[in-house]
């Protein structure tokens, strides 16, 4: 029965606490970002950490490569750990540095992270030109080799040129529908529906700044939201990015935002009196309270099967066909 | 039937050429070199390069990982090409860097070329203290995860105190017995003794400063020293390791020598009048001669048995329990 539990995004500050929580709220899979604005030799320093953490808790965790790996996970009791990137700064300026991070098993990577990047337009930027000359490139070998596109941090031209340019599906790891919360970061019913005909996946989000009423949001309208983008784009093109950032010091909130491209201070989503890490909502607090948002799912009155896509089957089925190479 | 031919040592000049050389040669494997006295980012690039080989010539070669890859060539008519480093400068000074380097393939690399590294003495310095307390970690290190210890460019020293701080074989992928020809390059009696007893391999090379006689050495020569070295280290131990370094121009062996560690000029095994490449023997110019040191070793008397297994069935059996994780 394909009943899997995949977190396709987070950015904790990992321990073995948040391991063990990931045992505790059953997840077989989480997506964890391992770069927001790291250089390539940076990004190798995470890797570095992660190797370490997996030969700490060989029993807890392991690198996950393939859709296989997520039921190895399930049979053996772990989670499997993917990689991706919020930003491509780990390519830098070097196409090849694409397959080199696919082989030490980057499987998602953004092709912008709010602003202006070498590949495509973030969604602060006043206007966005869609995919740049390398951006077109690196798209194609990241589609070579499998590594998926990520357009969650994108603009909205640059979102729908990569769905038309990329010859396998992409995602959006971690947002939720502008029509349901008109944040900047929310994406729009054209971007939904274009990314459900790709074949496509669309991670909801329970960042605050993404919800409608931020901390206040309940259960109950993140379910409703959930349903009616079914209605938009398709069952089988949604699942959950949590985007949770547990444990993490606001420092970190600031680097995301403003990483070394200016001198001053950017507040992304939040504002001057909003700075750090908003609270999140009661009833999701860590990797323990992963299934109730199944349970809100029931309470609205969704099947099981489809809650079952929704919670990690549609990303399995991603995650199998999109990792290797293009066959 | 356990035929398999592996030079276990090459850095030539590749080029679609000389893989076509080593399909007619029959070479179901090569080790190349693929760094010298590259940082880790240089080491990246040349692995880039080798990425975009692997894409352009599928039908020649393949990235070679584990014992089942010389198998799979053989089987699809192609090379299993298998990474490794003359010196650590790929690790820098972070030991973190032998696993992911192992991740991307890496599967030998030498603690020193001819100077002292981080890690050990090379064979040119005056004085040699053995393994330094990093080396020790790095070898330790290099056990764990399957990154074979190669001590070709080592003084006598470390290369006794690696094999017996080593918990897994070690090899010496291209030299000469000393009591052959005593080139400071080549390997005392005691070395081989130690190498034999530790399960590790000699590899023996075809360059013409590790030769009796250089350039005008016979292939009977090079065979009855093979005979004699397998008396003294035994001959499951011993392969063929040529260190071909095919159309490179001389200033690649000033860079093998002299890397970024002199402002002068160092002439290695060389001298100033003899300063460039030396000619190859008559018996030996590029892989599709590989073979014939098969005949020569029959010409000698050696038993098709041995024979097969010095061509390429002892280098197999060490890659498949030499190329992954401790068990």
């Known amino acids: 029965m394909n009943d899997y539990r995949i977190d396709n995004l987070q950015y904790a500050n990992w321990s073995e606490k948040i391991f063990r929580e990931m045992r505790e709220g059953g997840l077989d899979a989480v997506h964890v970002t391992i770069a927001y604005h790291e250089t390539f030799r940076e990004t190798i320093l995470n890797m570095e950490q992660w190797n370490?953490?997996?030969?700490?808790?060989?029993?807890?965790?392991?690198?996950?490569?393939?859709?296989?790996?997520?039921?190895?996970?399930?049979?053996?009791?772990?989670?499997?750990?993917?990689?991706?990137?919020?930003?491509?700064?780990?390519?830098?300026?070097?196409?090849?540095?694409?397959?080199?991070?696919?082989?030490?098993?980057?499987?998602?990577?953004?092709?912008?992270?709010?602003?202006?990047?070498?590949?495509?337009t973030g969604c602060y930027e006043a206007y966005d030109a869609g995919l740049t000359r390398m951006g077109r490139e690196v798209v194609a070998e990241m589609n070579r080799v499998g590594l998926v596109v990520d357009m969650s941090h994108s603009g909205e031209t640059s979102t729908l040129d990569a769905i038309e340019h990329s010859t396998r599906p992409i995602a959006i790891t971690h947002a939720n529908p502008h029509r349901w919360h008109a944040a900047l970061r929310n994406k729009s019913d054209t971007v939904m529906r274009a990314l459900g005909e790709s074949?496509?996946?669309?991670?909801?989000?329970?960042?605050?700044h993404h919800l409608k009423d931020g901390p206040a949001c309940t259960l109950d309208s993140f379910c409703h939201m959930i349903a009616d983008a079914a209605d938009v784009m398709g069952v089988d093109n949604i699942g959950i990015g949590t985007d949770?950032?547990?444990?993490?010091?606001?420092?970190?909130?600031?680097?995301?935002?403003?990483?070394?491209?200016?001198?001053?201070?950017?507040?992304?989503?939040?504002?001057?009196?909003?700075?750090?890490?908003?609270?999140?909502?009661?009833?999701?607090?860590?990797?323990?309270?992963?299934?109730?948002?199944?349970?809100g799912l029931q309470g609205i009155g969704m099947s099981e099967i489809d809650i079952n896509k929704v919670m990690g089957g549609n990303w399995l089925r991603f995650y199998d066909t999109n990792f290797g190479p293009a066959s």
């Open 244 to 295: 949770l950032c547990q444990d993490q010091p606001d420092s970190i909130v600031e680097w995301m935002r403003v990483g070394r491209w200016t001198k001053g201070i950017d507040y992304g989503e939040g504002s001057a009196s909003n700075a750090g890490f908003p609270p999140m909502p009661s009833w999701y607090e860590d990797n323990r309270d992963f299934n109730d948002i199944s349970k």
């Open 52 to 120: 370490r953490w997996f030969e700490q808790f060989p029993d807890l965790i392991f690198q996950g490569l393939t859709g296989a790996d997520v039921r190895l996970a399930r049979e053996t009791g772990r989670t499997a750990i993917f990689f991706g990137f919020q930003n491509p700064s780990p390519i830098e300026d070097d196409i090849g540095l694409v397959q080199i991070l696919h082989q030490l098993g980057a499987r998602f990577m953004q092709l912008t992270y709010n602003n202006q990047s070498l590949l495509a």
């Open 199 to 208: 074949g496509g996946m669309l991670g909801f989000s329970i960042y605050p």
